[in-house]
């Protein structure tokens, strides 16, 4: 089993609907988890950061945590072509607090 | 402010060349890192620097070494390269290198060995 699985997608969504990325883990005991977007020929950048069970709202970005399942998702409200995008689930290993671990990525596409 | 900075931007090697990546950032972060990007693959650490003179090696780091020269710059270096390093190199840095750090991309540095 991977250590971080991502759907690859490509998922497409119209505009103005919810996008639900998600990832699964294998290692329980990892602490921190991520999601970085990453433009097409761009580097990635931090979007949502998570780190207790639950949900953590920052716009129209919605990170969830359920360590108990072993899994992260990424919920975005209201989505525009904008948002078109790979998306990275990343996360904090136990014993290497310092390295991130990341998925392969999901491809999002939001239609016009 | 230029965050990270990466040097080339492109680079084509032959099999068996040595070259040197070039990262640099103005942060002032104490922990840097470099990562491979292949497809389908993520972004794998190839090696880190916690702080200013340490280096610490990632999940592949067969093939590749590092100098964190100063705070400022971490280098990666391929000594003779091989077709299975084409990749796109990504360097990055955080204030501490530690949760809840951010870690900030630098725009990559596309390699292709043949």
């Known amino acids: 089993q991977k250590e971080v699985e991502q759907n690859s997608g490509p998922l497409s969504v119209p505009e103005g609907a919810i996008a639900s990325l998600n990832c699964t883990y294998s290692?329980?005991?990892?602490?921190?988890f991520f999601w970085y977007r990453q433009y097409s020929g761009k580097s990635p950048e931090l979007i949502m950061s998570?780190?207790?069970?639950g949900d953590k709202e920052d716009g129209r970005f919605t990170a969830q945590l359920n360590k108990a399942s072993q899994y992260v998702s990424l919920l975005i409200r209201d989505s525009q072509p904008s948002d078109s995008a790979t998306y990275l689930c990343?996360?904090?290993?136990?014993?290497?607090?310092?390295?991130?671990?990341f998925g392969s990525g999901t491809q999002l596409t939001v239609l016009p | 402010n230029a965050g990270v900075t990466q040097t080339p931007k492109f680079q084509v090697l032959k099999t068996g060349q040595s070259m040197t990546l070039q990262c640099a950032q103005d942060?002032?972060?104490?922990?840097m890192y470099w990562y491979r990007q292949d497809p389908g693959m993520g972004l794998r650490l190839i090696y880190y620097?916690?702080?200013?003179?340490?280096?610490d090696k990632g999940e592949v780091p067969n093939g590749y070494n590092v100098s964190r020269l100063n705070k400022r710059e971490f280098s990666l270096r391929l000594e003779s390269a091989a077709p299975s390093q084409t990749s796109v190199y990504f360097c990055?840095?955080?204030?501490?290198?530690?949760?809840?750090?951010?870690?900030?991309f630098g725009p990559g540095t596309r390699l292709t060995v043949l």
């Open positions: 990055a840095s955080s204030e501490r290198g530690a949760p809840p750090d951010t870690q900030y």
């Open positions: 290692d329980r005991g990892s602490q921190s």
């Open positions: 998570i780190y207790s069970n």
């Open positions: 990343a996360l904090t290993r136990s014993g290497s607090a310092r390295q991130l671990t």
């Open positions: 942060m002032n972060h104490n922990s």
């Open positions: 620097s916690a702080s200013e003179g340490t280096t």
